[in-house]
DNA sequence: GAGTATTTGATATTTTTTTCACAACAATTT
DNA sequence: AAATTGTTGTGAAAAAAATATCAAATACTC
C-alpha cells in the first residue's frame, strides 16, 4: 500500500516544505508544493490521504504542521543512528559528508577490516569488524552502511543481517538481495551512469524521448 | 515505451550474465536470469522483447549473443566519458573509485572552483571550472556527475547544460529538474537512508512488510 | 451575512507496469 | 519419425500507479 516511491515524495516533499518554510511561508496549497517537488497537486493530496494528513479545504496546508507530521512518519524525530561498514573510499566520502547531521542521521562508528584504518579515538571512530556484532546490539543500530569491495559485499551483508541490522543501503556494486524482514537499498554508481548513458544516447539519435 | 526501470533491469541482466558466463555458461533461459536479477521470467522476456531479443525455443538464450547485444543497447562497445565536477568528499571517492574503468565508464576530468585542488598533471586531471565548458566542447562529453554541495549544484547544473552535457548524475542533495533535452538522475543519500528508516520502523511495528 | 471563489478529499478514470496464459516451436526421447 | 517435453514470444488480463473530476467545505468579498 505504501510502497518506496511514495516515501521518497514524502522526503522531498519536507524538503520543499523547509525551503519554503525559511522563505516564511505560512501555509501552502498542494499545487505549490507539487510544483516544487515536481509531482501533480493530485499526487500530493494521494500521497497526504495515504497518511491522514489533511488541510483545510481553500485554506490550504499549514506549513509547520505538514513539516512536523512528515518528520514523524518518517521517523525523524529522534536522531537516526546508523553504521558504517568499510572505510574505504566511498566510505571515508560518506564519514565526512557534514549533510547527513542537520538531517538528524548520525553514523555512530565505521567498521572495517584494514587494521590501519582503524582509529578508535576519533569522534567518528573505526573499529575493526569483529566488534561489530557487539557494537550493533549493545547500540541497538538497525540501519546500517555498507561500502565494501564487492567481493566481501555478501558476506559482509549477512554478518550485518545476524548481528541484527534491518535495513541496509548497499553500495557495492553486487545486487543483494533481501532477507526476509530486512531492507536493502542499493545504489549502484555504474548501473546509474549506463541508464544515463543509455538515455542520453537514445536522446541524440531520436532527437527526443520520453 | 522504454523506462528507466527497464533499463536498470537490463544493466541486471548484464552483470547477472557476466557472473553466469564467468562461471562456465553458455546457455541461460529467462528463469535463470530471473532468478539472478530477482523479477519474473515474463519480465525478462517481455524486456527482451521490447529490444528485439530473441532466443530460442526450448534452446534459451546464448550468454555470450545475450551478453554483446545488452552491451550494445546500453552503449558500452565504446568507451564511454564522463567529467565531473566537485573535487569534494564524494568527488574525490569516485575519481578514486576503480569500478567504473572494467565497465567501460572512464572519468576522463574533474573540475573545481578551489585553486587548491587543481592538478593538471594527474592522470585525472582537476581543472578549474572556467574550463569546463572548452573541455566538454573540444572532447565532446555529454555526460558529467556533479558532486558540488547543495549551495552550488544549480549553478552549476546550468553550467553544464550549457555546455552541452546531455545526462547529470547529481549526488547534490537538492532535486534538480531537468530542462528539456536533458536527463538528470538524483541521488540523495539522505533521502535513501530517510527511505530505509522509514521501512525499517515500519516494520518493527508491524512486524511485517509488504 | 449572503454570495462567490477556491481548495481539499474522495472517487472515477486513465495510464503504466507486471504477470498470466498459451500457441508455436525446437530439442529429446521412444 | 512420432510423441513428448520444455521454453520462448506475445497478446490478454490483472495489478499498480498516476491523473482527472467534482461535490463539499471554507475563507474571503461586498
Redesign the pocket.
Known amino acids: 500500500?505504501v510502497?518506496?516511491?511514495?516515501i521518497i515524495?514524502l522526503s522531498r516533499y519536507k524538503s520543499a516544505l523547509q525551503r519554503l518554510k525559511a522563505l516564511g511561508f505560512v501555509k501552502?496549497?498542494?499545487?505549490?508544493?507539487a510544483d516544487a517537488a515536481g509531482?501533480?497537486?493530485?499526487?500530493?493530496?494521494?500521497d497526504?490521504?495515504l497518511f491522514g494528513?489533511?488541510?483545510?479545504?481553500?485554506?490550504?496546508?499549514s506549513v509547520d504542521e505538514l513539516i512536523a507530521k512528515i518528520l514523524e512518519i518518517l521517523g525523524k524525530n529522534e536522531l537516526q543512528r546508523v553504521v558504517l561498514v568499510g572505510a574505504g573510499n566511498i566510505g571515508t566520502a560518506l564519514m565526512r559528508y557534514k549533510g547527513f547531521e542537520s538531517g538528524g542521521i548520525k553514523i555512530v562508528a565505521a567498521f572495517d577490516i584494514d587494521p590501519e584504518k582503524i582509529n578508535r579515538r576519533s569522534e567518528l571512530p573505526v573499529l575493526p569488524l569483529e566488534e561489530f556484532a557487539d557494537f550493533v546490539k549493545q547500540n541497538s543500530v538497525r540501519v546500517g552502511i555498507l561500502a565494501v569491495p564487492d567481493i566481501a559485499a555478501h558476506h559482509v551483508s549477512e554478518l550485518m543481517i545476524r548481528s541484527g541490522i534491518m535495513g541496509i543501503l548497499n553500495f557495492a556494486p553486487i545486487q543483494l538481495r533481501g532477507a526476509d524482514k530486512v531492507i536493502i537499498n542499493n545504489i549502484n554508481l555504474e548501473v546509474e551512469l549506463e541508464n544515463l548513458i543509455y538515455f542520453v544516447n537514445a536522446m541524440q539519435k531520436t532527437g527526443q524521448i520520453e
Open positions: 500500500m510502497n518506496k516511491k511514495c515524495r501552502v496549497f498542494s499545487g505549490n508544493l509531482v501533480t497537486s493530485s499526487q500530493v493530496r494521494k497526504f490521504s494528513i489533511t488541510g483545510n479545504r481553500r485554506g490550504g496546508y
